[in-house]
């Protein structure tokens, strides 16, 4: 399979192939996002992909357990709105030499361990959280919450246990939420 930066440099040919001036109008975000979408879409339709287990990280925590039927992690992003970024699989020799030096900050890798998984360095801070401003119906597409000042444009919410999808921010409504 294509790496995400093949991906975005291909669409970004394709799309200067059809006309040269809609190249600049999309930013190399945008195109991840639009592929990220159609990915998620493909996997909801074709039921191919596992799925997605977004958790809150807590500062000062290094593992968390992963739900009982899980098999497998592909890949693990921290998307919270000051990093986006892919983390690095690191095996457990590499994180017990890294471990010995324990600092916190920003993860940057992790390690699979018995039905966990563990970050490096130990997050400083704990993931945005917030609460519903209101209840939401099996149907919304708009879902407001109290304070959404720590959430990306578009990614991930965990309501209970419910994985929600939203690709649009404005204040503190999420647009174009679907479930994932």
């Given at each position: 399979m294509a790496s995400m930066y093949e991906m975005t440099r291909r669409v970004r040919q394709l799309v200067e192939e059809?006309?040269?001036?809609?190249?600049?109008?999309y930013k190399d975000a945008t195109i991840k996002e639009i592929i990220r979408s159609r990915v998620d879409e493909w996997a909801r339709e074709t039921e191919y992909l596992e799925g997605?287990?977004?958790f809150p990280v807590v500062g000062g925590q290094v593992e968390y357990l992963l739900p009982t039927d899980f098999l497998e992690m592909k890949l693990m992003d921290d998307q919270s709105p000051a990093n986006l970024l892919r983390l690095e699989y690191i095996n457990v020799q590499r994180y017990?030499?890294?471990?010995?030096n324990i600092s916190s900050g920003v993860p940057q890798y992790y390690n699979l361990w018995k039905n966990r998984v563990r970050l490096y360095p130990i997050?400083?801070?704990a993931s945005a959280a917030t609460t519903l401003n209101g209840a939401?119906?099996?149907?919304?597409?708009t879902i407001t919450l109290t304070d959404a000042s720590d959430f990306p444009e578009q990614g991930y919410l965990r309501v209970n246990n419910e994985i929600i999808q939203y690709n649009n921010k404005a204040t503190n409504v999420f647009d174009k939420a679907f479930r994932a």
């Open positions: 059809i006309d040269t001036s809609l190249g600049t109008l997605i287990f977004p017990q030499e890294l471990i010995q997050p400083a801070t939401i119906a099996s149907t919304a597409t």
